[in-house]
């Protein structure tokens, strides 16, 4: 049967749709348009970009032809299976001279359903990988001060083709440029902009143009008092997910000072040795490792409230989340089967995954089904957090920053170092007696890491 959508288009000329991206998702928000209409593309070459409530998606050309018309805006929010493009196809002679069926395009590699239980650890590398100072997740937080992240240029900046070109022209990284295009698109105008005033051309362009206006007549030029940012993408659900949690989970929170000392020697230590010594070993690892050996004690940490079953659901496997500060939001990608790993393995997949995360790579399977997390704020410098319960799991740790402190070890005033845990937890599942003798296990296995080490 036709497809009613392409039956007022010549039959050279195809849409292709917005594919089923897996995860349950229903739409997602074009973020760029890698090509232009007269633009030709090769099969499977990327034509656009989109971001779902999971992550950025590259999205392949299904066909190679001469595209006729792009039928969306960065900044639109496009359902599944509606179009995006349209593209003459440029066609074959010959047993493979096929049509595709856009109407019935696959889930992009990566992006389908995935089976419940089935641990995604990637190999352990022969060689570790040679920086691991980027993620939030291996960034040593035993300083005195917070150690400022600094975003790294990607390409998976929103911007207009003709904006790409001009930027290349110009010799302009998109990355330090505001975009003031739909969803924060930067425009060929914004790169111009981007020019320095010291250029003849640009002196004259910035004396005589007036201030642009924002949509609601807010000034937002040079003279401006307020930026209005839109809330688009990764911030948008981000914000829908936390209100969700303050809205629906009655939570409460516990704190421990914990002296760790002891831990911070062993690591010390263990980055010393040779089989340790290129491992991204932090003490944020060494906290992970605390938390799910505690969690093997206590399991009803690691559970989640079923509404519509009134069931409380204890999880068998812990799919740890770590928080991500990302230049698009906070992403929580979670390591599969955390459970099972050893120290090593967890060192690296943390440190893989939140590199995974700041590049804008993560996919929707590294983000989804996490059970329970660690934020570690104190990379910033901070003491201690009262951070909100991730909707679908039970509790939240918060690791704070671990500094050297005055301490009363064995009846004398000596100088350790101290941290500050908490854990913030849903009430209905966890009682407060639960969650206190929970945050004291991992606790006590921090101020004496040599009982953890016989369940690395």
């Known amino acids: 049967m036709p497809d009613p959508a392409n039956q007022d288009l010549p039959d050279s000329v195809l849409e292709f749709r917005l594919p089923d991206l897996g995860e349950g998702l229903t739409d997602a928000e074009l973020v760029s348009w890698a090509v232009e209409v007269g633009d030709t593309v090769e099969l499977n070459q990327t034509i656009a970009e989109v ?16 595209i006729t018309e792009l039928l969306a805006e960065p900044g639109d929010t ?10 003459e196809q440029q066609r074959k002679t010959g047993p493979d001279d096929t049509v595709r069926d856009t109407g019935r395009t696959s889930v992009l590699v990566g992006y389908g359903p995935d089976h419940e ?3 995604r650890r990637r190999a352990t590398p022969a060689e570790p ?22 975003p790294e240029p990607t390409e998976r900046v929103a911007a207009t083709p003709a904006a790409r070109k001009l930027a290349r022209e110009l010799g302009i990284d998109l990355w330090f440029i505001a975009g003031s295009g739909p969803g924060g698109a930067v425009t060929a105008d914004d790169v111009r902009d981007a020019v320095p005033v010291s250029s003849p051309r640009q002196a004259e362009r910035a004396a005589t143009a007036p201030a642009p206006t924002d949509p609601v007549g807010g000034i937002t030029g040079p003279t401006a008092r307020e930026v209005r940012t839109p809330i688009s993408g990764i911030r948008k659900r981000t914000a829908t997910a936390m209100l969700t949690s303050a809205r629906t989970i009655p939570q409460a929170s516990a704190f421990v000072t914990v002296d760790c000392t002891v831990s911070m020697e062993l690591l ?19 906290v992970a490792k605390a938390a799910l050996a505690a969690l093997t004690d206590f399991p009803g940490i690691n559970a989640v409230w079923d509404e519509a079953g009134q069931e409380i659901v204890t999880k068998h496997s812990v799919n740890l989340g770590i928080a991500v500060a990302t230049d698009r939001g906070l992403l929580v990608p979670n390591v599969k089967e955390a459970q099972t790993a050893s120290l090593r393995e967890l060192a690296r997949e943390i440190d893989w995954l939140a590199d995974t995360a700041r590049a804008g790579k993560a996919t929707p ?3 989804r089904g996490g059970t329970f997390t660690i934020t570690n704020i104190g990379v910033f410098g901070v003491d201690a957090g009262v951070p909100l319960v991730n909707p679908g799991e039970a509790a939240i740790l918060c690791l704070g920053a671990i500094r050297k402190r005055p ?19 849903d009430h209905r599942i966890i009682d407060g007696e639960l969650a206190s003798r929970f945050l004291a296990c991992v606790a006590a296995l921090l101020e004496d890491p040599l009982t953890l080490l016989t369940r690395l």
């Open 268 to 286: 010390d230590h263990l980055r010393g040795t040779a089989s340790c010594a290129e491992l991204p070993l932090t003490p944020l690892v060494l």
């Open 117 to 119: 239980g089935v641990s």
């Open 365 to 367: 399977a590294d983000l």
């Open 407 to 425: 301490w009363v070890f064995r009846d004398e005033l000596a100088v350790r170092w101290v941290t500050t845990l908490g854990i913030s937890f």
């Open 51 to 66: 971001e779902t409530a999971k992550a950025v998606v590259s999205l392949p050309s299904p066909f190679a032809g001469r």
């Open 129 to 150: 990988p040679p920086d691991v100072s980027r993620s939030i997740g291996t960034v040593d937080n035993t300083t005195t001060e917070p150690r400022p992240a600094t």
């Open 78 to 87: 496009v359902a599944v299976g509606a179009p995006l493009i349209r593209i």
